[in-house]
């Protein structure tokens, strides 16, 4: 009794399924049903334009350089220049970041992090001669890199600068944030 009742749903089902999927002959205009506005979000056309950065900050100081963490497994040290972070109208951070080695070798770049979209920017770093910015060494736009061991705009943009694609509040908000080493959940935010 129950295998019947089984086979007759079944067959049911499969009547309905059928009756369901006709489709209209294959010589019909797709334009003769209703139109949908739905667009998936991925195919919209962005309406985001990104600041123009004509000016760059002064070359950072060591008394307003704040250590952050990236890893424990890295031996270089990361720090943010204070006076050079600001989160912009386009919903970019942009900041100064000195990388330091164990032998006392600098890196030093000027950097964009674009929360809506989890990507970085290179905007200049260090001239040859240590001593202004280089700005030839600009690039376009690039996905953060969370595996490496010194990903640096991951820990930046997870830790303290973005949350829900937005940033986590005012310059002087994350300072503090990053003064204090407030990350994650702990976060003060600000508006």
């Given at each position: 009794m129950k295998v019947s009742a089984f086979a007759v749903a079944c067959v049911a089902t499969g009547v309905l399924l059928s009756a369901c999927?006709?489709?209209?002959?294959?010589?019909?205009?797709?334009s003769?049903?209703?139109k949908s506005d739905?667009?998936?979000l991925l195919d919209r056309p962005s309406t985001w334009t990104e600041k123009?950065?004509?000016?760059?900050?002064?070359?950072?100081?060591p008394g307003n350089l704040l250590p952050f963490t990236v890893s424990q497994n890295t031996t270089l040290q990361f720090a943010l220049d204070a006076k050079s972070l600001t989160v912009d109208d386009d919903g970019v951070?942009?900041?100064?970041?000195?990388?330091?080695?164990?032998?006392?070798?600098?890196?030093?770049?000027?950097?964009?992090?674009?929360c809506q979209d989890y990507s970085w920017k290179l905007y200049a770093g260090l001239n040859a001669d240590h001593d202004d910015w280089?700005?030839?060494v600009e690039n376009d736009w690039t996905r953060i890199e969370n595996g490496d061991l010194n990903a640096y705009?991951?820990?930046?943009?997870?830790?303290?600068?973005?949350?829900?694609?937005?940033?986590?509040?005012?310059a002087?908000?994350?300072?503090?944030?990053?003064?204090?080493?407030?990350?994650?959940?702990?976060?003060?935010?600000?508006?």
């Open positions: 999927s006709s489709t209209k002959s294959s010589n019909s205009n797709a003769d049903g209703p739905f667009q998936y123009k950065v004509d000016t760059l900050p002064p070359m950072p100081q951070v942009r900041y100064t970041v000195v990388i330091t080695s164990p032998s006392g070798a600098r890196n030093v770049n000027y950097e964009g992090i674009r280089d700005r030839t705009h991951a820990s930046l943009y997870q830790d303290y600068f973005c949350s829900s694609k937005m940033p986590t509040g005012k002087d908000a994350i300072l503090t944030n990053i003064r204090y080493k407030r990350a994650n959940s702990t976060l003060i935010r600000g508006n």
